[in-house]
């Protein structure tokens, strides 16, 4: 599966390189994010990270091109305990690719799809005010994340201020749910959704 995406972006990537015109700009912002089960089970809270991205891109014509947008995110989710106020933090930090097509709706507001591939870097936890614990060697989470993209953006002389949603299909957990005997209930899936909201620079 890795291999096959892996595959498919080179494609399409070296296919827009020799049809276009070349820019890029550099951006950051704030990543929202939560986990959201497949049982019937309340989402968590949202846990406020950050990211920063650099987005080389192709022009093919007026209404048409293509972003690679490669960018440093932190993920996971966050919880409090209405009763104890005790607050329980989780995150996942990845370097990402996301290929997106754009399409110019009018002058200077585009749209965007596409899909992202995260690679995990850390995944850590934290209580309250503690320090961030390190749990990448204890956790199941996999090493990488899968999921697919839509953005819009506006873009004012060399400024550009945009909103992104990352919907998640890889699921990030082997749990099993069990009675109070042990017994195997239902498999617990979980996924990232995220939000992004960036401004950033053109600098070609």
Not at 52 to 75: A, H, M
Not at 81 to 97: C, D, G, M, W
Request: net charge negative; glycine share 8%.
């Amino acid at each position: 599966m890795k291999k096959k995406i892996l595959i498919t972006f080179f494609s399409i990537t070296n296919i827009v390189l020799g049809l276009s015109q070349f820019g890029y700009n550099v951006s950051s912002g704030l990543a929202l994010s939560q986990n959201v089960y497949n049982l019937n089970f309340a989402p968590t809270g949202y846990l406020e990270e950050y990211f920063i991205q650099l987005s080389p891109y192709f022009t093919l014509n007026e209404k048409l091109s293509f972003s690679v947008n490669l960018q440093y995110i932190g993920k996971g989710s966050e919880d409090t305990n209405p009763q104890t106020l005790h607050t329980l933090k989780f995150r996942s930090t990845y370097v990402e690719a996301l290929p997106e097509a754009e399409y110019s709706i009018i002058d200077d507001i585009l749209l965007a799809i596409g899909f992202n591939y995260g690679i995990l870097l850390k995944s850590e936890n934290k209580n309250n005010d503690e320090p961030w614990n390190d749990i990448k060697g204890s956790s199941n989470l996999p090493s990488y994340d899968i999921g697919l993209s839509s953005r819009i953006q506006g873009e004012y002389k060399k400024f550009i201020i945009f909103g992104r949603y990352i919907y998640g299909l890889k699921d990030l957990t082997d749990a099993i749910m069990s009675d109070q005997n042990g017994n195997p209930l239902n498999e617990l899936d979980f996924y990232n959704r995220t939000f992004q909201f960036g401004i950033g620079y053109k600098f070609l």
